[in-house]
């Protein structure tokens, strides 16, 4: 059973950009997907990035050309580029993985949870 955990959230000005890193504790290579999810207080888990075991990547609209997200299987690691970050994007960011037994790459689809860490976009 695969263990993440996240790093790199902080705080930052509109307009800014930061690094997060999902490190897994052991080889995610061949994982079915993986992805970056958030959540605010009051509002529901999304998706904000995608990748397959293919490399395909997907975003939703509302991040799509400000996030970017890669995967270095040598490294066990997890990326997400955010940048020109707004304050909509203040949320708890979470790091999340489907082996591959189904159920798809949305929120309830995927098997393994990080515990989050927290991005701060100010005005």
């Known amino acids: 059973q695969v263990q993440l955990v996240e790093s790199g959230g902080g705080s930052v000005e509109a307009g800014g950009s930061l690094r997060l890193s999902c490190l897994a504790s052991?080889?995610?290579?061949?994982?079915?997907?993986m992805g970056w999810f958030r959540q605010s207080p009051g509002k529901e888990r999304e998706g904000v990035a995608i990748?397959?075991?293919?490399?395909?990547?997907r975003y939703p609209d509302f991040v799509k050309g400000r996030f970017t997200i890669s995967l270095d299987n040598d490294k066990r690691t997890l990326w997400l580029q955010m940048n020109s970050l707004e304050p909509e994007d203040t949320a708890t960011y979470y790091c999340?993985?489907?082996?591959?037994?189904?159920?798809?790459?949305?929120?309830?689809?995927?098997?393994?949870w990080g515990e989050g860490t927290l991005v701060t976009v100010s005005s």
């Open positions: 052991v080889s995610v290579e061949g994982y079915y997907c």
């Open positions: 999340a993985a489907n082996e591959g037994n189904g159920g798809g790459c949305g929120v309830y689809g995927m098997q393994y």
């Open positions: 990748i397959g075991k293919d490399g395909k990547t």
